[in-house]
């Protein structure tokens, strides 16, 4: 996730300060990622350094305001116009840790998978209840949040369809290694 462009584009709308930015990435994506106050400081620090955001001085409270400049307007356009790129896939712990359990002998894959599955069904009750909430009285804000849970939704949903495969190639292992 980006959070660089991330906080470019906030600041298209107006000039804000660490905290605004901060409050208002996690007001439009819920919450579901949240962002460190350090990191979000530490990004601007960088942003100002790369010429794409500049101080604007401070809002009378102390607090030190920035705004996007216009290298900062091109950066987050060509942000927007790029799709992401799918090479390299993040690290994956469930996969990471199935992947390790079929291969010890000493663990039980079958478990691993039956207590991830109830995690990712409860995950899946949970966002499709947040949604379901979000959507009752939406308002034009609702939308982000909205988008964000349907791919909470999409993700918890593939995941346990996922982790339905690996139950049965491990009965299908199972059976190979019983034949034998």
């Known amino acids: 996730m980006s ?3 991330s906080l470019l584009a906030l ?3 107006q000039p804000r300060y660490g905290y605004e930015l901060r409050s208002e990435f996690e007001e439009r994506t819920g919450a579901a990622w949240p962002l460190n106050i350090g990191q979000v400081y530490t990004t601007l620090d960088r942003l100002e350094r790369d010429g794409l955001v500049s ?3 401070d809002d009378g409270g102390g607090h030190v305001v920035y705004s996007i400049t216009d290298a900062g307007v ?4 060509a942000w927007f116009e790029d799709a992401v790129e799918r090479g390299n896939p993040p690290r994956n712990e469930i996969a990471i840790k199935l992947a390790l359990a079929v291969t010890l002998p000493d663990v039980d894959p079958s478990a691993v998978i039956q ?3 109830e995690v990712s069904l409860r995950a899946l009750q949970d966002y499709t209840q947040a949604r379901k909430a979000a959507s009752a009285g939406q ?3 609702d939308t982000a949040w909205l988008l964000v849970l349907d791919s909470l ?3 918890a949903e593939a995941e346990v369809r996922w982790l339905d495969l690996c139950e049965a190639r491990m009965v299908q292992a199972q059976g190979r290694n019983h034949s034998n």
């Open 11 to 13: 600041l298209q709308g």
């Open 3 to 5: 959070i660089r462009h």
């Open 55 to 57: 101080k604007d001085g």
């Open 74 to 77: 091109a950066e987050v356009d």
């Open 153 to 155: 939704i999409f993700q």
């Open 139 to 141: 308002r034009p804000a």
């Open 115 to 117: 207590s991830q599955r």
